[in-house]
């Protein structure tokens, strides 16, 4: 099935990615992790951006989450590393990029491009 985005949603070791390009990356990453170039190898990493709130009028106000596609130390560096592989960059996505860079500045976001 196509998405809006013309993207191909792949199967590998019995996780689905929302595309071929995550899916490239994700074996790729798993070649890394098993030669112990990055450790901590996880996948679909959940960061809080901004905690649920009731406004003025007593409305709740849901969270703000990111979920990065892959996260890992790089051993070389010893840095942690959240990564995002992107076909096409939206505003909803560009917004919480910034909300992320702010809250977790001790964390390297990388964006790929597919």
């Not at 990493?45 to 990065?68: C, H, N, W």
């Amino acid at each position: 099935m196509t998405s809006k985005y013309h993207n191909r949603k792949v199967t590998i070791d019995n996780v689905t990615f929302h595309s071929r390009a995550e899916g490239q990356r994700y074996q790729e990453l798993k070649i890394l992790a098993s030669c112990g170039a990055i450790a901590g190898f996880t996948l679909q990493p959940v960061f809080m951006l901004q905690e649920a709130f009731r406004d003025a009028s007593g409305v709740k106000q849901r969270a703000i989450t990111y979920i990065g596609d892959f996260a890992y130390i790089d051993c070389e560096t010893g840095r942690n590393v959240v990564e995002d592989v992107k076909g096409k960059s939206t505003p909803v996505f560009l917004i919480k990029m910034k909300l992320f860079l702010k809250r977790y500045p001790n964390l390297e976001l990388r964006i790929l491009k597919s």
